[in-house]
C-alpha cells in the first residue's frame, strides 16, 4: 500500500484580530505571525475571480492547506496575509474539499502594488 506523500512546508500567515470603528474611523486590528503548513504554486492571472477589479494585481498564488484562513471581505478581520518568496499575499479566495480521503482547503491570494514592501 502506497502511503500519502506531502509536499507541504512551513510557512508565516498574518493574522489580524477584529477591527472596528472608533469615533467614526475605521481601526485595523492586531497583527500575529503564526507558522502554518501549505503547498503554494503561482497562479495565472486569468484563474483570478473576477471580482477582483479595480486592483492592480503584481503576482498571484493557490495556496493548498489544512488551515482555514481568513478570506478578505468575509469578516471584520480584512483577511490573513500569507508570506511567500519575502513578500505578504492577501487571501481573497476560498475552496473547500471535504471529500473524506484528502481534507483540504484552496486559497487564492493576491500580492498587489499598494502593500508596503
Known amino acids: 500500500m502506497l502511503g500519502i506523500t506531502s509536499f507541504r512546508k512551513e510557512y508565516e500567515k498574518v493574522v489580524r484580530t477584529e477591527g472596528q470603528y472608533v469615533n467614526g474611523e475605521w481601526i ?20 483570478l475571480s473576477p471580482q477582483l477589479q479595480g486592483r492592480h494585481i503584481s503576482s498571484a498564488i493557490k495556496i493548498y492547506t489544512q488551515d482555514l484562513l481568513n478570506v478578505a471581505g468575509e469578516n471584520l478581520m480584512n483577511g490573513d496575509k500569507v508570506i511567500f518568496e519575502g513578500k505578504p499575499y492577501v487571501i481573497v479566495n476560498r475552496a473547500t474539499y471535504h471529500s473524506g480521503v484528502l481534507e483540504h482547503y484552496r486559497y487564492q491570494a493576491i500580492r498587489v502594488n499598494d502593500e508596503p514592501e
Open 28 to 47: 485595523e486590528g492586531d497583527e500575529s505571525i503564526l507558522p502554518f503548513s501549505a503547498t503554494i504554486q503561482p497562479l495565472a492571472m486569468d484563474k
